[in-house]
Every structure is written in C-alpha cells, then in structure tokens.
C-alpha cells in the first residue's frame, strides 16, 4: 500500500468556504483479490471539513459495482483500548466480531465498524456507522449515511461520517483497514483488503477469519484529522420592524434589534452573548445583519427569532410554523440570505379590538379586592408592562371591562391575563386552557370576549361540616382573609328563608349546635 498526499486548492463558488485542504489516498495492489473486479479495491480517499470525514473507496476500473458486494471499514481509535479484539462470524452481543458477521477484524482492537451496501434495483445504498462496547457489543450510531456510487468507468463509492460520532476532532489520528467482501451467504471473510497487496492465505467464501493486525504484508494505515479552518458558511437575517415602530415600541436610532438561535459560536444552542446585532437598512424600516461560521453543516436546521434590545428585551411571540415557538431555516448554501421575516409575522399594519370582561365578585368577597381603591389591568401578547389595559366598572360594580387596540392580524392566538394595581398582583398560573399558564383567544377584527373570572373562582368554595353530638363544625378556606366579606348563613329548607349564623363574616369556621332536623348552609358575599 502507498500513501499519497494530495493538495486540494478548490474554492466553493460563493468564496465563503473552501473544500478541506487536504486529502490522503492510500493506494493497494491491483489483482491482490479474491472474487470478481467489484472486490479488487484499488485505493481509499480520506479527507475532512470541521464537521464530517469523507471517505471514498475506489476500485479496479475494469470493475461495475453490483448490489452484492459489501465494504466494511474498520477503526481502531488510540492502541484500540475497548474495541473488539475477535474475529469471527458472530454478529450480536459481547463476544460479537463484526456488526454484519463478517470474519473480518483488527485483533489489536476494532473501535468502530462503518459497513457499505451499494445501491440496488430497488433501494439506495448506505453507510452504517457502528461502535463496539465490551458490555454490549456493536450498536449502531446515528441512521444510514447515503453514498455516492459510480458503479462504473471510475468505479467508487463515497461516503461522509460526522467526526463527532467517531469521538475525533483536529489533530486526532486513527489507524484503520477497508475490507470487500459479499453479503451473501453470511460469515464471509475478505476477498481484499486496503492494507495488504498480498493476496490473504485461506478461502474468504468459507469464512476464513482475516486479521488486519497480524496478516502478511498488512500495516494499518493512520490518517491525521486536520484543523479546517477555511470552512465557513454565512447565513443574512432581514426583519421589517414597521409593526413595533408603529405601536410606539421600537424606535429607529433609540433602540436595537437582535437575531438569537442555535447558532452561537460555540455550536451550543440559544447564548446571551451568540446574537447578531442588526442594522438598519437606510430609508426603510428593515433591519439586516449576517453570521458567519464553520460549526455548522450543510443541511443543519437552525432555529432563531428576533428581539428587541438584546436577549433581556422583547422577544416575539410563537413566530414558528403551525404556532410553535421559533423560526427555522435549513442551511442550503454556504452564503444563504433569508427571506425578508417581519416582527411577530405581521405583514400589515391593521388594527383589530378586543373587548374583555372580568368578574371581580369572589375576589372582593375573599378580602382580596377593593373596588374603591384598587385598578384592574389586563395584559398579553400586545403588551406584558401590567399597566397599560386599564378595565372600568360597569353597571354591576364587581364586572370590570375595557378595549385594547391590538396591531394584530386576525386568526393571531393571543395570550393575556389580568393583574391589580399594574402589575402588583397577577393572576395565578394555570388560568389558561388545559392548565396553560395564560388565557388565550383568537383575534377576529372585533372581538368581544365571553365573562372571565379572576383567578377563575367562580365561586366561594366548599364547607367542611362535621358533627360531634349536638355540635357541628364547619369550616370554609375561602374566608381566610381577615378582610374578607364571607358570612355563612343557614335554613332548615331549601325554599325557607336564609339567616346569617352569628359572629361567621371574617372568620374560616364555626363550631355550633343547630338544633334538630334537616340544616342546609352556603356561604355568601355582599
């Protein structure tokens, strides 16, 4: 086997990223096969970017690669510390030698196993990238990697394997061996191998075991993980803040616009410090920045959303597809300019209303509202600062209403909930549907929403009642609050009269004879 350096001075047309800038090809022996031409390999391309390796196997020209054959490539990481040291046809478990059952292997220890189908009549070839651990044996890692097959004229097949999942990174070194073989029958050996030009002793259709440590003329050969610095990709970013400027919540020159995702530089997710700062476009209301790095592939989905004066400001809402949470792209070039987003998906200026109502009774009841002194306020999506809906009395001086004017398209989910005294007091999580933590509706050009209840108490709870001889105890644990409007009262029927139990407004139990016969209690307010 001979290995060749070659240098590769190839610039991506786009000019941000550059092929990496080196490639090794190891050479082996023409003829040095058992099998047909498919098996004779005659040489392997490696090489690397910052995310993948890419391996190429090239064969004897003569050859036309068939849907029989397999390749197998075989990694042994450091002196092969952990990796499998047998070789035979077992192909679950442990004691496992090849993840296909192949007798094909490295005794001084196999780490990882990549085994190749070539394309057939009806299915796309793959690469299956495997690692073998002592307790379990060989396990798959990640799905199928697709090929590049040239079945003739230049016969090779080419592959990519994300260095992560071989735990390799720049400056790493590994050794390793290329074996054909045929997929069936199973147990085969190798009809040739990269590492020896010595045609192997033994039958590999009878399978033969072939040890890439130990067999004549074999010397595994080491391939260096080079720094591919000159890898870069840029993705542009472009927001139309119309909508905020026209709500008075932005302003040009005053304040800043960010983009955030899973792009940082570090490659690890949503970071304070990973945003890109946009600037503003002159004459429009656009705001337009770029990224640039080399951790990320090529067909990488990146998730970001935009905010208004940095990761501590405002954030827009769900802008993600079918209402989720961010926005996507798939990084399709190494120079991509994304389509023009707008804040909170608003296109059009428009403005809708939205009329709420709040019932105030329960809360004033339980001590915790006073109409002659407190203000009620609601909030959502338009506005979160707690002071800016401020509701009004209506005739029933415990039912509070008002309208916003929201710059929202109909059909937009809104989220909202109301507090006291601008923000003082809030409702309670889980108001919303489902437990959800806010209340939601959906925006139509006029909307007038059905009552609401704060905290949705509708009413003034349960009473606990216990009897001990002539005595009853009764307890209710909405009339906790000292300040509390909540008197229990009685009736020996349903139809009868209701009279207040003495001394029971502001307190939370009441322990009392009440006589013989059927008693009836309920709690009530003012």
């Not at 952990?82 to 090849?98: K, M």
């Not at 656009?286 to 990320?296: C, R």
């Not at 707690?386 to 109909?410: C, D, F, K, R």
Request: net charge negative; glycine share 14%; proline share 4%.
């Amino acid at each position: 086997m001979k290995t060749i350096l070659i240098i590769i001075s190839v610039i991506a047309a786009l000019g941000l990223a550059v092929l990496p800038a080196k490639a090794t090809t190891y050479t082996d022996a023409l003829g040095d096969n058992y099998g047909g031409t498919e098996m004779d390999i005659s040489g392997v391309t490696i090489t690397n970017d910052a995310i993948n390796l890419y391996i190429r196997i090239n064969l004897n020209s003569t050859a036309t690669i068939d849907q029989y054959a397999n390749y197998l490539v075989g990694i042994q990481i450091g002196n092969g510390a952990g990796g499998q040291t047998l070789i035979n046809n077992i192909s679950s478990g442990a004691s496992a030698g090849n993840p296909w059952g192949k007798t094909v292997g490295i005794s001084s220890g196999e780490n990882y196993c990549i085994a190749i189908y070539p394309n057939g009549p009806s299915w796309s070839g793959g690469a299956q990238t495997y690692q073998y651990s002592s307790s379990t044996g060989w396990s798959q890692i990640g799905g199928t990697a697709s090929i590049t097959e040239i079945a003739s004229g230049t016969p090779s097949i080419k592959f990519a394997v994300p260095l992560s999942s071989l735990g390799l990174s720049a400056g790493n070194t590994f050794k390793f061996d290329v074996w054909s073989t045929y997929g069936s029958p199973g147990g085969q050996g190798a009809y040739d191998a990269l590492d020896s030009s010595v045609q192997a002793a033994g039958s590999p259709a009878s399978g033969t075991p072939y040890d890439s440590a130990t067999a004549t003329g074999s010397t595994l050969a080491s391939y260096a993980v080079t720094s591919a610095t000159g890898y870069q990709v840029k993705f542009t970013f472009t927001v139309d803040m119309a909508v905020p400027i026209s709500q008075g919540n932005f302003s040009i020159g005053n304040n800043t616009v960010y983009a955030f995702g899973s792009f940082d530089p570090a490659g690890t997710g949503w970071n304070s410090a990973g945003g890109v700062q946009l600037t503003n476009v002159p004459g429009t209301s656009n705001y337009s920045g770029s990224f640039i790095t080399n951790n990320l592939a090529l067909g990488t989905v990146v998730q970001y959303k935009y905010a208004i004066n940095g990761w501590g400001g405002t954030w827009e809402g769900n802008v993600g597809a079918n209402g989720t949470q961010n926005r996507t792209f798939t990084l399709t070039s190494t120079n991509q300019s994304l389509p023009l987003d707008y804040w909170n998906n608003i296109i059009n200026v428009v403005t809708n209303y939205a009329t709420f109502q709040v019932d105030m009774l329960v809360e004033y009841c339980i001590g915790m509202f006073d109409p002659g002194s407190d203000y009620l306020y609601v909030n959502g999506d338009w506005d979160w600062t707690g002071i800016e809906g401020q509701l009004t009395q209506t005739a029933n001086p415990y039912v509070y209403t008002g309208t916003v004017a929201m710059v929202l398209s109909p059909g937009t989910v809104v989220n909202y909930k109301y507090d006291l005294n601008g923000g003082l007091t809030w409702e309670n999580d889980g108001v919303g549907p489902n437990g959800a933590q806010n209340r939601q509706f959906t925006l139509q050009a006029n909307t007038i929403l059905p009552e609401d209840h704060f905290n949705n108490y509708v009413d003034l709870g349960p009473i606990n009642i216990s009897v001990s001889g002539a005595q009853a105890a009764l307890s209710w644990a909405s009339g906790t609050n000292a300040n509390n409007h909540i008197r229990l009262q009685n009736a020996n029927n349903l139809s009868g009269s209701w009279v207040d139990v003495p001394n029971t407004q502001g307190q939370s139990n009441v322990i009392n004879n009440f006589g013989g016969g059927s008693q009836f209690f309920r709690l009530i307010g003012p």
